[in-house]
Structures are given as structure tokens and as C-alpha cells.
């Protein structure tokens, strides 16, 4: 009987150490299992925190190209609004000019010189030629 009993205690003791064994051997895979859990978790957190500085930087490259597309869009109105003004300004000039100067546009156009455009309103013959030549060239930029 005490056969029995000592066989019964070294089965017993036998299911013990498979048992600790087992259970160590699960708890090293848990602990891996939670490790590499772990892991994940953190490089999730990782690329979650590269995310958002990457979305902060690009909010701030789109709100840079958007004050620089409106500085172009002001720099280009004022250019054309300037450009506009020198037309108009131009055209004024030309008018002016035309207005001011009827009388030796009008005697030129019918074919006196300038001596005699000079000697018939009593003006310098430096004066005929200089009004006559902006003339020109005010109608050269015109494209007229």
C-alpha cells in the first residue's frame, strides 16, 4: 500500500511540475504577447504624434501660400491699376496737348513748314518743332 501511496504522490507531484511548467511557459507568452502589445501601443502613439505635427505644418504652409496669393493678387491689381492710370494719363496728355496746340497742329496739317507755323503765331521755331515731335511721339505710342 505504501507502494501505492508513493506512486500516487509521484503522479501527484509529477502533474505539479507539468503543471508550473505549463503555466510558466503560458505566462511567457502572455508577457510577449503583452510586450509586443506594448510596442504597437507606443509606435501608434508615435505616429499619431507625427500626424498631427505634420498636419500643424502643413496648416501653416497652406496659410502662408494663402497670404502670399493674396499679396500677389494685391500687387497685380495695383499693377494694373497703375498701368490703367498711365493710359489714362497718356490719353489726358494727348488731349491736352491737342487742345493747346490746335493752331499749329491744324496749320501743319495743311502743309506749312515750321518757319512758317513759327512767323504766323509768333512763336520760336524750337518751340513749332518740340510741340510737333511730342506729337509724334505721343501718337507712336498710341499706335495710332
Request: glycine content about 4%.
Amino acid at each position: 500500500m505504501q507502494n501505492y501511496i508513493n506512486i500516487t504522490l509521484l503522479v501527484l507531484n509529477l502533474i505539479g511540475v507539468i503543471y508550473l511548467v505549463v503555466r510558466g511557459s503560458l505566462r511567457r507568452e502572455v508577457d510577449s504577447q503583452q510586450e509586443w502589445h506594448l510596442k504597437i501601443h507606443e509606435n501608434l502613439n508615435k505616429m499619431k504624434r507625427e500626424i498631427s505635427e505634420q498636419k500643424i505644418s502643413l496648416d501653416h504652409y497652406q496659410r502662408s501660400l494663402q497670404q502670399e496669393s493674396e499679396l500677389w493678387k494685391e500687387a497685380r491689381k495695383a499693377f494694373h491699376s497703375s498701368r490703367l492710370a498711365t493710359k489714362e494719363s497718356t490719353i489726358e496728355q494727348t488731349l491736352l496737348l491737342n487742345d493747346r496746340y490746335k493752331e499749329i497742329f491744324d496749320l501743319h496739317k495743311q502743309g506749312l513748314s515750321i518757319g512758317e507755323i513759327a512767323q504766323k503765331l509768333e512763336k520760336g521755331n524750337g518751340e513749332v518743332s518740340f510741340i510737333l515731335q511730342l506729337d509724334v511721339q505721343a501718337r507712336a505710342k498710341k499706335g495710332v
